[in-house]
């Protein structure tokens, strides 16, 4: 029998790697899909520190008393939020090209897509923090 | 933990439903350009007319192919900037006038209103 901590922190872990993936490589990946750019996060080592964090978060998050565990799901939707931004260069990309000899520069502006979908995993954070609430008082 | 699965999946269906339309112009738009790059054109015709004070009255035309509409279409030349409301697919005419050695120096225009997009010409990369 897997002791009930071992199982809590295993869900800790899975919820991590589940907002890691959301933020920093689902929905950059769908972006960079639909403006045919690839969307790059800088390096590897930054990359495992981003999972790093997620992770501690989550297993924190599952670990802990319900009512301070929540505070580590708000914490990963926000700085799951704050590292899109970043990525995304706060809704604006910057592209240098050549097109027929003739150098150019591209801008793109999409703060809209951007905040909508930020606001919407706001809205998931929310169903979270009532879900985690909702299972302290059973 | 079932209870709030319900409440979840109207917000996924809600999250579909909103950005459906919010992204579906800028990817049509783009694979357009990207399928055919002579999808949005701007040039000036060679069939220039001097009329004095070393002005050029030139006719310009801005082809453009994609279904998706563009809106706040400015084209930016360094003596004039011609502005256009709004565009669909097809061929628009215009006239403007040009000091010799003006050229297109920005284009810039938002995709449905959405998202705004510059292209500047003629900068080192």
Known sequence: MIPKVVWKVL?????????YAIFLVIIPWILGLVIRYQIELIS???TLYYAGVFIALGVLSATLKPFIGLVFTVLSILIGSLFLITILGVGSLQLAMNISGV???????????LMVIIGISFVFAIIDVFEKLAMSEE | MELFNPFRY??????????LPLVLPIGILVYGIVDNPECLVVKTIAKE???????YRVPVVIKYCSMVPLTNIKVVFNSTTIEIPRITRGDYR????????????????????????RIKFGVST
């Open chain 2, 94 to 117: 215009y006239v403007v006038y040009l000091k010799p050695g003006d050229r297109l120096l920005e284009l810039e225009f938002r995709i449905m209103g959405l998202y705004r997009v």
């Open chain 1, 103 to 113: 150098p150019v520069e591209v801008s793109l502006e999409f703060k809209e897509l």
């Open chain 1, 11 to 19: 869900r800790g872990v899975i919820s991590g790697l589940i907002y």
């Open chain 2, 49 to 55: 007319e001097y009329i004095g004070n070393s002005t």
């Open chain 1, 44 to 46: 590897l080592e930054e």
């Open chain 2, 10 to 19: 109207a917000v996924l269906v809600s999250l579909v439903a909103v950005l």
